[in-house]
């Protein structure tokens, strides 16, 4: 949180609007840049794979070759299926992980704000995250079935412990010496939340979300692995029965796509909301 | 803004608690501020002066005595008391606009007004065209002339200021001293300044509170008797400084040496000051964290 520190002897100065558009050409550029390096890892697997598939290195029923998963995707586009599983999984998410994140931030916040809840909350919740997500499966499973509400709750599970542990240290991270410009203020509790608190974390629980984004990702491929018959889970569940390897790697191909996807979105969401941060050195 | 502001504060006695020993930090101190005076407290590092400031703002209202601010007791901060610290704690998500306006957050002015208010305070030490910069384009000076314009926003009966020229140059200081100098003028507001440098007491005060250390006690009060704005390099003035200087240096019981290079072995360690440590250490039940609201 260093740069909510110091503000004092950060003597930049340059408020000159006519230098942003030169900067915002340069950050373009290297951005660009830095893109086409990270184009390059992917390349080369992709090359690797080509290879080791046209040389026969694996045998073709466990590495289909790049050419014929490409066929597969584009009728599984074409023909809607990507759509479909694609769509169910990524609702599950959306609600399992807004739940998880509604309920991981007020938990949070209840644990950043008072040393009390946290003393009694902690132990448990720390112990309670130690549980990788699909361990609970087999319990949740003879509780709620295998219907939607076990996904839903075990995505949200996924989502919650970041959430929670990164709101309240985002809240914790706030300086005393903010505070007490809110208490000279006279502000309420409220407005001390709202004006100071959670502008002051929001840096914190934005890695909360993202990570919980990612975690109720990985948490509903892994339930629907279980206990499903349509999703990008099932995909992969179904496809390796059939011995289809071209739909299973369509579909991890997806779930990365779209978590990559998801992760980048939130990633300029909040260079959005936090763009008072832009130029900070 | 109702009553005139007349700040009493009569033997008031601070003790910090520091790891079981009690630390005195304020011993039966006693002042008188007129509506509309300029008081510039001056002393030592660890003589108390901050801790002064934080209980007349009503920062801090754990003391012995009586501190009374318009005939009423002072039993918390309230926007009769402006006060700007020495970091300018503005909020670094928030346009200088922005910050300004939260000292205004819970006035009984409209929103038209507010706005009005803040745009004036803005002009006032001199921003205007800034409004719509975040801190962290701002210099030093720039940034604490927003910490200032939003102590002063809600036209606040007295303002403290806590060493709000500390972390400064000595070119920005000097300006932004004049310009302090100008608004107490215009706006007629009391002002009390804590600080350790004696060119900026004597400057600014109408009159300058020597303060000594261990225990922090009032040592002499010193008139100013010059009237604003002042010449800086007046022999009047420097006269003025000298005196107050020659006071300062008995508070801390050294008279002034000749200077020597002591070797480095024996030359002293700085050694940490208690009431600091006092005021950053937690109170002895740390049930709550220091964000708890």
């Known amino acids: 949180m260093s740069s909510f520190t110091n503000m004092a002897s950060s003597a930049t100065g340059a408020v000159g609007s006519n230098k942003t558009v030169g900067w915002k050409g340069l950050a373009n550029r290297r951005g660009a840049r830095r893109a086409a390096i990270g184009l390059i890892l992917p390349v080369m697997l992709v090359l690797y794979w080509w290879l080791a598939s046209s040389r026969g290195w694996l045998p073709e029923q466990i590495l289909p070759s790049p050419a014929y998963v490409y066929t597969t995707a584009v009728e599984m586009i074409v023909s809607g299926e990507i759509a479909y599983h694609a769509g169910m999984s990524l609702r599950r998410v959306v609600y399992g992980f807004l739940f998880g994140a509604m309920a991981g931030l007020s938990l949070g916040m209840a644990m950043g704000l008072s040393r009390t809840v946290d003393d009694y909350v902690r132990p448990l919740f720390l112990a309670f995250a130690q549980i990788p997500t699909l361990g609970w499966i087999p319990l949740l499973m003879l509780i709620f079935g295998i219907g939607e509400a076990l996904k839903i709750i075990v995505i949200a599970k996924g989502a919650l412990v970041p959430m929670t542990l990164n709101t309240a240290a985002g809240i914790r991270s706030v300086p005393a010496n903010y505070v007490e410009v809110g208490r000279a203020l006279r502000f309420s509790r409220l407005q001390t939340l709202r004006l100071i608190v959670l502008p002051g974390a929001a840096h914190s629980i934005f890695t909360g979300v993202r990570y919980g984004l990612t975690h109720s990702w990985t948490a509903l491929v892994g339930v629907e692995l279980l206990a499903s018959s349509e999703g990008l889970g099932y995909l992969l569940v179904w496809g390796r029965q059939m011995f289809w390897l071209d739909v299973v790697i369509v579909a991890m191909i997806v779930i990365g796509i779209v978590g990559f996807v998801m992760d980048k979105g939130f990633d300029l969401a909040e260079s959005y909301l936090q763009r008072w941060k832009r130029g900070e050195a | ?293």
């Open chain 2, 1 to 293: 803004m109702t009553s005139p502001a007349h700040l009493k504060i009569r033997n008031v006695t601070r003790r910090f608690n520091v790891n079981g020993t009690a630390l005195t930090a304020l011993d039966d101190v006693s002042l008188d501020i007129k509506a509309g005076e300029f008081v510039t407290i001056v002393g030592a590092s660890g003589c108390g002066k901050s801790t002064l400031l934080r209980l007349g703002a009503g920062l801090d209202v754990e003391h012995d005595g009586v501190i009374e601010h318009g005939g009423r007791r002072v039993d918390g901060p309230s926007l009769d008391r402006g006060i700007v610290f020495q970091e300018p704690r503005l909020f670094p998500w928030l346009t200088v606009e922005r910050n300004v306006s939260l000292g205004l957050e819970n006035a009984a002015f409209s929103k038209a007004e507010k706005r009005e208010l803040v745009s004036e305070q803005i002009a006032l030490v001199g921003l205007s065209g800034f409004e719509k910069a975040y801190p962290h384009q701002l210099s030093g000076g720039m940034a604490q002339r927003a910490g200032i314009a939003r102590g002063l926003v809600n036209r606040p009966d007295v303002l403290f200021l806590d060493e709000p020229f500390g972390a400064l140059d000595a070119i920005t200081k000097a300006r932004l001293q004049g310009e302090l100098q100008q608004i107490w003028a215009a706006e007629k507001i009391t002002m009390v300044l804590v600080t350790h440098d004696v060119d900026e007491a004597v400057y600014l005060g109408d009159r300058v509170v020597i303060m000594s250390p261990r225990p922090g006690r009032i040592r002499q009060i010193v008139p100013v008797d010059l009237p604003h704005p002042r010449e800086r390099t007046s022999p009047e003035l420097a006269a003025i400084r000298n005196g107050v200087l020659d006071i300062l240096n008995g508070t801390t019981g050294e008279a002034p040496k000749p200077v020597t290079r002591p070797s480095a072995a024996r030359r002293p360690a700085a050694s940490a000051n208690p009431i600091h440590a006092a005021h950053r250490t937690k109170p002895a039940r740390p049930a709550f964290s220091t964000t708890e609201i």
